[in-house]
């Protein structure tokens, strides 16, 4: 019985130890595995990272390293900018002096066409207070338009311009309101009472109420200002007469009294009048064969044409440019910013950096072949006999240009001329291989090149030659032909200096 009891003790003994080391391994087994987990973590975290991270190190480097591929994106233009020249204006122009003393009341405003015997402006012993005028809103609107371009195109030098657009408003007012109007109601209205204003001569008045209304000699635009220009003709002009900085302008719009033979304001009688322009040696070279010329005006881009013609002032040459119309326009100034249009023709503007030649294979358009489809057009190529056998195919390469017999190139309207060659790629073709030609047992045997200039376009990401004709260059730009066959359309990206790449690199440039 006591051994029995020892045995029964020990097997309990031995299945609580083994109970006992089951549970440390799979405490050890469960430590282990979520030691495992937590290492397969951190692994795949760390080699997400760290391959992120090399592949940024490598991008850099290759960047750091590699050649940069500069694009030029094509625009539509000349070939240089029009030359902007500063013109002195000449026009035929009578100042007309004061009639009587007294104050000043204006009839007609700046640059407002009179006709003659038309009301210019009136005189009074006193002063006449400002009356309110109600301006509707599409006429405020007017307004504030006009303001709003003065000041937009106004500078410190011009400043004498703020009170000719002074009393030019305020004209612009007077006739928005319906005090008058630009049929010159004025007159008429004294013409009603009296036919006196009919017949008058220079500088003659007529009493209108407390007032003495005086009319203009001639026929013109109203101009009130003076400087001294007004007698100058071209043959007259002297070097001194260009100096825009010793000019001097003198306004004659006033509130104050005026006396009785004081300047009032100028007519300018003629819609004909002469711009003269100093020229550099240069420019004056490059116009010297023409006898017209385009002429643009900055102050509001109208443009017109004019007979031109080269004198010589003193030392300095001259464009004198004859204009029969537009003068109204800038009556008021004698300075006038232009830009000479000596650059007429246009086309795609490109850097001559990017110029490439190459090199292509010529074939004669007689053997030029229509594709099963009837649309597309290559060449029969013939292929190595076998038993003395031959056989061919047929080949669609790209043709980058068509020329006929005179070296013309071939257009839609004249794709039926005969003869004549196709520019095709090297690529294409081998030299020395046969090509048959259509209908007939006539061969041509490759072997003949010629050569294109051309660019490359990156619009694709990689480089491929865009061929070209130049109509007119100068040392940094030249202008190319529209409309090529495989050309270049504008705002096209080509490659900056095109002896950086060859045909077909991937580029990764400077957009």
Request: contains cysteine; negative net charge.
């Amino acid at each position: 019985m006591l051994k029995y009891n020892i045995m029964l003790k020990r097997q309990l003994e031995q299945r609580r130890l083994k109970l006992s080391i089951g549970k440390k391994i799979l405490k050890k087994l469960k430590q282990f595995f979520l030691f495992l987990k937590k290492l397969l973590t951190f692994n795949i975290t760390t080699i997400m990272f760290g391959v992120l991270l090399l592949y940024m190190i490598i991008t850099v480097v290759l960047y750091a390293t590699s050649d940069h591929v500069t694009s030029y994106q094509v625009t539509v233009g000349p070939l240089t900018k029009n030359p902007v020249c500063s013109a002195l204006a000449l026009r035929e122009e009578q100042l007309v002096p004061a009639g009587g003393s007294g104050y000043i009341n204006y009839y007609a405003r700046e640059g407002m066409q009179v006709r003659k015997n038309g009301s210019v402006y009136a005189l009074d012993d006193k002063k006449t207070e400002a009356a309110d005028v109600e301006l509707s809103a599409e006429q405020l609107e007017k307004m504030r338009a006009n303001m709003a371009k003065f000041s937009y195109g106004f500078q410190g030098s011009d400043f004498y311009d703020t009170y000719s657009f002074k009393y030019e408003l305020q004209g612009n007012i007077l006739h928005a309101s319906g005090i008058m109007d630009e049929t010159d109601t004025s007159t008429e209205a004294a013409e009603e009472d009296s036919n006196v204003l009919k017949g008058q001569a220079v500088g003659a008045s007529v009493s209108l109420g407390n007032q003495k209304v005086f009319t203009s000699p001639e026929a013109g635009v109203v101009v009130y200002s003076t400087d001294g220009y007004e007698k100058k003709t071209p043959e007259a002009l002297k070097e001194s007469d260009f100096d825009e900085k010793a000019y001097k302008k003198t306004e004659l719009l006033t509130n104050e009294k005026i006396k009785k033979g004081d300047p009032v304001y100028k007519v300018i009688t003629s819609e004909e009048w002469t711009l003269m322009v100093p020229l550099t040696d240069k420019l004056a070279a490059t116009i010297a064969d023409r006898s017209s010329i385009k002429v643009k005006f900055l102050k509001d881009g109208e443009s017109q044409n004019g007979a031109l013609s080269i004198v010589t002032i003193g030392d300095q040459k001259v464009a004198q440019i004859h204009l029969k119309n537009g003068m109204a326009r800038y009556a008021s100034d004698r300075f006038l910013e232009i830009e000479l249009v000596v650059n007429t023709r246009s086309g795609l503007k490109i850097p001559v950096s990017s110029i490439v030649t190459k090199e292509f294979y010529l074939i004669p358009r007689d053997f030029l072949a229509n594709g099963n489809n009837t649309e597309g057009k290559g060449f029969i190529r013939e292929l190595q006999k076998k038993n003395k056998a031959s056989t061919t195919e047929f080949i669609e390469p790209v043709i980058y240009k068509e020329i006929d017999e005179e070296g013309n190139e071939i257009t839609y309207d004249t794709t039926d001329t005969p003869g004549g060659y196709c520019y095709v790629d090297k690529e294409t073709f081998q030299e020395g291989d046969v090509l048959i030609k259509p209908d007939s047992n006539e061969t041509f045997v490759m072997g003949e090149v010629d050569y294109l200039e051309g660019v490359y376009g990156m619009n694709k990401g990689y480089a491929v030659f865009r061929q070209i004709e130049i109509l007119d260059q100068n040392e940094e730009y030249c202008i190319v032909e529209q409309g090529t066959s495989y050309g270049l359309q504008p705002f096209d990206y080509i490659v900056l200096d095109g002896e950086k790449v060859q045909e077909e690199d991937i580029l990764s440039g400077t957009y």
